[in-house]
């Protein structure tokens, strides 16, 4: 048989705070009850998740978590961030909810990954659909292998810490021959990670040293979609 759909079931503390959440995101409500048991159906072109409500529940310690297979990451990525910035004034970073950036998951071949983690705890985990999967390139350079193991760590399993720490050893190590373009990828991606574990000094650390890593032309335009990354994450500080 064929056309099958699979529709993932995820606990959170309150159908009402996902419904809201969702809404952001461009979700519809498909399906609300009550009664006997609360729950909450969504649903946004293609993609359903529905909710089932638990008395109590701490979303800090959910395992709840999906994937999700999209043709076209950036532009659903870049939906989410609209509704955030026209509900909130910001894309969300830090505490839960809060969405990550897209990048390439070296545990995952390569292939470019976000996540969305709801008011549930839930992680949405959205990854780039692909036809012919091969693995990506080895990331070229110290400091983008550090932010290659970083991402794993982060956005992956949840370890924000860890994969903070690893981008500190790197740039606790400066070598003249860093790429300056990873030099602030990663300086704009410790930001973010300081944002998430409520540091808004590092945060806001890094970011000032950004606009100092000299840069020429061809670089400062390799660099420009980091730029408006941390023009996000300064949104966020204020």
């Known amino acids: 048989?064929?056309?099958?759909?699979?529709v993932p079931l995820l606990p959170c503390a309150s159908i009402d705070d996902i419904e809201d959440f969702y809404r952001v995101l461009g979700f519809s409500t498909t399906y609300k009850q009550r009664r006997p048991n609360p729950c909450v159906g969504l649903r946004r072109e293609d993609l359903n998740l529905q909710f089932f409500e638990i008395a109590g529940f701490d979303p800090e310690q959910s395992y709840g978590s999906c994937l999700v297979i999209t043709p076209d990451i950036a532009g659903l990525h870049g939906a989410f961030a609209a509704g955030m910035r026209a509900a909130y004034g910001k894309v969300l970073v830090s505490g839960m909810p809060r969405?990550?950036?897209?990048?390439?998951?070296?545990?995952?071949?390569?292939?470019?990954?976000?996540?969305?983690?709801?008011?549930?705890?839930?992680?949405?985990?959205?990854?780039q659909a692909t036809t012919t999967p091969a693995p990506a390139?080895?990331?070229?350079?110290?400091?983008?292998?550090?932010?290659?193991?970083?991402?794993?760590?982060?956005?992956?399993?949840?370890?924000?810490?860890?994969?903070?720490?690893?981008?500190?050893?790197?740039?606790?190590?400066?070598?003249?021959?860093?790429?300056?373009?990873?030099?602030?990828?990663?300086?704009?991606?410790?930001?973010?990670?300081?944002?998430?574990?409520?540091?808004?000094?590092?945060?806001?650390?890094?970011?000032?040293?950004?606009?100092?890593?000299?840069?020429?032309?061809?670089?400062?335009?390799?660099?420009?979609?980091t730029f408006e990354i941390a023009a996000d994450l300064t949104a966020a500080l204020r």
Not at 1 to 6: A, C, D, L, R
């Open 1 to 6: 048989m064929t056309n099958e759909v699979t």
């Open 99 to 127: 969405m990550t950036r897209p990048r390439a998951r070296k545990n995952a071949d390569g292939v470019g990954g976000f996540s969305v983690i709801d008011p549930g705890g839930n992680w949405i985990r959205v990854f």
């Open 137 to 225: 390139p080895a990331p070229a350079g110290r400091l983008a292998k550090a932010q290659a193991n970083a991402v794993v760590l982060a956005d992956s399993k949840g370890d924000i810490g860890q994969a903070a720490r690893i981008l500190d050893s790197a740039l606790a190590r400066p070598q003249a021959d860093d790429d300056p373009v990873a030099h602030v990828e990663v300086l704009v991606y410790r930001a973010e990670l300081a944002l998430a574990l409520d540091d808004r000094e590092t945060a806001a650390e890094m970011l000032a040293r950004v606009e100092h890593v000299a840069l020429n032309a061809d670089e400062t335009g390799r660099a420009a979609p």
